[in-house]
């Protein structure tokens, strides 16, 4: 294996773990938040759900182009949104010993809650975010580019001792 092969595939599996690792971290996050209205097992199956969902959706807006993108983006934001409150839910209800943080920020003439609050959504919601940011940029770097698309378009021809002389453009 070459040096660019390998390259190639540590840049994609290095963005793929990351990705799942967020993941799985906001999965487990969001299922205690599915909890509050379901049995856990149904939770689980939701958290889930919303994870493959949130990236599929974004994959679908990147990548295809004959759907309609208007319901992908909405899917898209409600999943994210969901996970977010989920995440920012878990990051409350197990937030404790938070006064050094809110020395750091400048917080301390602010009420408990709203200090604890404030922490709890910086601290969560920003997992479904960083995920799917991992996701994007894995799409995006896999992604074939234009040119490339417009050289698949065209055939090649060689001469005998394989000089490429010119490109046709294929029937399709």
């Not at 799942?20 to 509050?36: D, K, N, R, T």
């Amino acid at each position: 294996m070459n040096k660019n092969k390998i390259i190639h595939w540590f840049i994609i599996g290095t963005f793929v773990s990351l990705y799942f690792a967020v993941s799985l971290i906001s999965m487990i996050h969001v299922i205690s938040f599915f909890e509050l209205s379901n049995p856990r097992w149904l939770a689980i199956s939701l958290a889930i759900s919303f994870e493959i969902g949130a990236a599929a959706s974004l994959a679908s807006i990147i990548v295809l182009e004959k759907m309609n993108k208007t319901i992908v983006w909405i899917l898209f934001w409600t999943l994210t949104l969901i996970q977010a409150m989920g995440n920012s839910f878990y990051s409350f209800v197990n937030l404790h010993d938070f006064y050094g943080w809110v020395e750091l920020f400048g917080l301390t003439e602010e009420e408990p809650l709203f200090q604890k609050r404030i922490l709890s959504i910086i601290s969560g919601a920003i997992l479904p975010l960083v995920a799917l940011g991992f996701i994007k940029s894995l799409i995006d770097y896999i992604k074939p580019s234009k040119e490339v698309d417009i050289l698949l378009d065209e055939k090649p021809i060689f001469t005998p001792d394989n000089v490429l002389v010119e490109k046709k453009k294929m029937n399709k």
